[in-house]
Structures are given as C-alpha cells and as structure tokens.
C-alpha cells in the first residue's frame, strides 16, 4: 500500500503500489501531479463503464511508464475513482521514474 506520509508511490516486494484519482470522461487524456490527499492524478477521455476507463489508464501509464500494459494491474478500486495499481517491474527504478514524473506540471497532455 503506498505511503501516504510522502508519496502515492511504495515498493513492494515484485514491483510498485501506485495510489490514483482517475478522472474519467477528461479532455485530452493526461497525467497530473500529485494531489492534496498524495494520490496521482490521472484524467482519461473514456467513460467508465465495463472497464474502459480502467483500460485506459492502463494504457497511458504504461506508455507513459515504458513498462508493458501486462504489467500494470489494479490491486483495488476497480469500481471507484480511488485506485491502487500494482506494477510488476524493478522498484527502486520504477519508483523514481514515477515520482519525477509527478513533481513536473500539474497535468502534462499524454496521447494514449
């Protein structure tokens, strides 16, 4: 579960927990900054119904992770905007990629 204290990213012991506030139904998909309650703000164009939108960040954070979308998973929140992603890769690399990532804009336009 990640750490709240500091960051929405922790490792764990086969990659990465990744807390997320995912905006669905957004214009133009993107990734943002890390908001007040320390979740990673993350906005898709697609509706959420039957997973799409769940598809869709999957996507986009794997593109934008440079990790394939097999990788990434959804440990809770299947159903709500507030998520915790697993990401099955090298933690301490993936970890800090993450975080830069987080600390540029508040919401950097990404092309899924």
Do not use: F, Y
């Not at 598809?55 to 990790?67: N, R, Y």
């Not at 299947?78 to 099955?88: E, P, Y």
């Amino acid at each position: 579960m990640p750490d709240s204290r500091n960051s929405p990213v922790s490792r764990t012991e086969d990659g990465v927990a990744v807390a997320v506030r995912v905006s669905p139904r957004a214009r133009p998909s993107r990734i943002g900054g890390i908001v007040a309650d320390l979740d990673g703000r993350i906005a898709v164009t697609t509706v959420p119904e039957s997973g799409k939108a769940n598809k869709a960040v999957i996507t986009l954070l794997a593109k934008s992770w440079l990790v394939p979308k097999r990788c990434i998973t959804i440990q809770s929140g299947a159903t709500a905007q507030g998520k915790i992603l697993r990401v099955k890769r090298d933690s301490s690399a993936l970890k800090q990629h993450i975080e830069v990532e987080w600390q540029g804009p508040a919401m950097t336009d990404a092309i899924i």
